[in-house]
Nanobody, 121 residues
Framework: QVQLVESGGGLVQPGGSLRLSCAAS????????MGWYRQAPGKPRELVAV????????FYADSVKGRFTISGDNAKNTVYLHMNNLKPEDTAVYYC??????????????WGQGTQITVSS
């Protein structure tokens, strides 16, 4: 079992900044990728950013490029999402995701519980 615990959501004014954190724990042999997704009311879940552990290659959705930065701490199995210049359209529940291998050599694809971000004046 692999658990993900997110923190850092909340209410912020347009143009403001927030940082999300997600820590993975449990029976982890290795993590291949960690990322953030979001889901706004009435919309499907979408990928925001992902970081690949082996080579630290990052991917960003076009809507957040230049404003959001994803980073990771491999030693802590933790991923961060630094969000700057937040816009009302960034309002959503943000979910952390991790993919990797457990100690028993099974693949895992785990999700956090989600954290609400509301951008409003």
């Amino acid at each position: 079992q692999v658990q993900l615990v997110e923190s850092g959501g909340g209410l912020v004014q347009p143009g403001g900044s927030l940082r999300l954190s997600c820590a993975a724990s449990g029976s982890i042999r290795g993590i291949n990728a960690m990322g953030w997704y979001r889901q706004a009311p009435g919309k499907p879940r979408e990928l925001v950013a992902v970081i690949h552990g082996a080579d630290s290659i990052n991917f960003y959705a076009d809507s957040v490029k230049g404003r959001f930065t994803i980073s990771g701490d491999n030693a802590k199995n933790t991923v961060y999402l630094h969000m700057n210049n937040l816009k009302p359209e960034d309002t959503a529940v943000y979910y952390c995701n991790a993919k990797g291998i457990t100690l028993s050599r099974s693949a895992f694809d785990s999700w956090g519980q989600g954290t609400q971000i509301t951008v409003s004046s």
